[in-house]
């Protein structure tokens, strides 16, 4: 990633929101509440300074686009539906690609869930100046448990469209695993630990102060 050391880049961002909620009883995670907001709100907050925003999932609220700006924030749904994070990902790219504007090199990818979406995006963008001269293909959140988050990196969009069609020419797309794609890029880590606090299940919600109980009807 070729980044001045003191720079920020300029990037987009794919924000993936289109999971069923299974171990949620089906919630729309992207419409859960914490502290007022809905978590899609608070991402699309975090990713204010992203040049263009593809949300992949059901489409936001007119409200919410407009708040996080329309002319910067698109929506698309991956084929086939419910197909997992690596569909999600082809979905959001291709949407970027189908704008008039160039797309940019560095390509931001956030989960719904996050709890602290504003911590996150901050550290990984201090990792992407810190590594700018080592020429990663991704710069993959470690999680306080040492475990990689392929769901909170920052990715170099050539090679990931480059992997993403290798992978689908190698078993296809739909149900797989994020590891796979890594399998062949150059990665480095930004060990973000409470920054890749999610909400998986009703526990969680509970420990992060996510409202189960309370979801954001959707405007009619």
């Known amino acids: 990633m070729s980044v001045r050391p003191d720079a920020t880049p300029r990037f987009d961002a794919i924000v993936l929101a289109g999971g069923r909620g299974s171990r949620l009883g089906g919630l729309d995670k992207a419409r859960l509440v914490a502290g007022g907001r809905m978590l899609l709100e608070r991402s699309l907050d975090a990713l204010a300074a992203a040049d263009r925003v593809v949300v992949v999932g059901p489409a936001p609220d007119a409200a919410v686009l407009e708040r996080a700006g329309s002319e910067r924030v698109r929506s698309a749904l991956e084929a086939p539906r419910f197909g997992g994070p690596v569909p999600a990902l082809v979905a959001g790219l291709g949407e970027l690609a ?24 901050a550290g990984l963008l201090r990792a992407v100046r810190a590594e700018s001269s080592i020429g990663a293909d991704a710069i993959v959140a470690v999680d306080a448990a040492g475990v990689r988050q392929p769901v909170l990196a920052a990715y170099r969009r050539a090679p990931l469209v480059i992997a993403l069609a290798e992978l689908d020419a190698d078993g296809g797309l739909d149900g797989a695993p994020l590891r796979r794609l890594l399998a062949g890029f150059e990665v480095a880590e930004a060990p973000l630990g409470e920054a890749c606090d999610d909400v998986d ?14 979801v954001a009807e959707r405007a009619t």
């Open 201 to 214: 299940t009703p526990e969680d919600a509970a420990r992060f102060g996510v409202e189960t109980a309370r």
């Open 98 to 121: 189908a704008d008039a504007r160039t797309p940019q090199d560095l390509v931001l990818v956030l989960a719904v869930d996050l709890v602290r979406p504003a911590d996150a995006v």
